[in-house]
């Protein structure tokens, strides 16, 4: 699993409330990565980071914001939850060798907006 | 069996018989390309990958075969168990795409003992 590990890896909150998930490697990768994945979509990417403080926007990053503080930690935010944001949402990380764009993930957390 | 991915997402197979899950690609200019196996309540696992100037690459019991004339991937699972059982994903990406990935929508494979 790269060590990689995500919390909570479940939560239910409710429409409005603001939500933050946590994504922490052991490994110093340089890459980081938020996921959803729903349903019918497949896996959706939110938000990336290519170095502490470097980040970018991916293809629905509507709704989310992201921190990276410390090489280690990769911060996604629920601003305001809304139901549409209930999905399972994976942390990855790529290995930064030059001949491959390897992405390992972490377990998953399960978020349900009620 | 053989399905593809985006317009047969389900394939069911006997234990022991081998498996082909395909998977058509959409940028000519992708250059890397990884299948994922993602059982459930779990993350994607890496199974393989291939670069485009591979036709073949093989590994423990799978296979990938690139196709970039008709941008096609395929994987084969050789005498396929139920723990291959599992949602497969194919993946592309490509040089300066800051090692973002294109994903397709999956294939899930049932082994039927």
């Known amino acids: 699993d790269a060590g990689i590990t995500q919390s909570p890896r479940h939560k239910v909150t409710e429409t409005g409330t603001p939500v933050t998930l946590r994504c922490h490697q052991t490994?110093?990768?340089?890459?980081m990565y938020w996921y959803r994945q729903d349903p019918g979509h497949g896996l959706r990417l939110i938000h990336y980071s290519y170095g502490v403080k470097d980040t970018d926007k991916g293809e629905v990053s509507d709704g989310y914001s992201v921190s990276r503080s410390k090489t280690e930690d990769f911060l996604l935010t629920l601003e305001s939850a809304t139901s549409s944001q209930t999905s399972v949402y994976f942390c990855a990380i790529s290995t930064t060798s030059a001949r491959t764009d390897t992405q390992y993930f972490g377990p998953g957390t399960r978020l349900t907006v009620l | 069996g053989e399905s593809v991915g985006l317009h047969l997402p389900t394939l069911s197979v006997q234990e022991g018989d081998n498996s082909i899950i395909n998977c058509a690609y959409s940028?000519?200019?992708?250059?890397?390309f990884i299948w994922y196996k993602q059982e459930s309540g779990k993350g994607p696992q890496f199974i393989i990958d291939i670069r485009s100037n591979m036709d073949k690459r093989q590994g423990q019991r799978v296979t990938v075969l690139l196709n970039k004339t008709v941008k096609h991937l395929s994987l084969q699972i050789a005498a396929t168990q139920p723990g291959d059982s599992a949602v497969y994903f194919c993946a592309e990406t490509n040089a300066g795409n800051n090692r973002k990935l294109i994903w397709g929508l999956g294939t899930s494979l049932a082994v039927n003992p």
């Open positions: 940028n000519s200019a992708s250059d890397y």
């Open positions: 490994e110093n990768h340089r890459y």
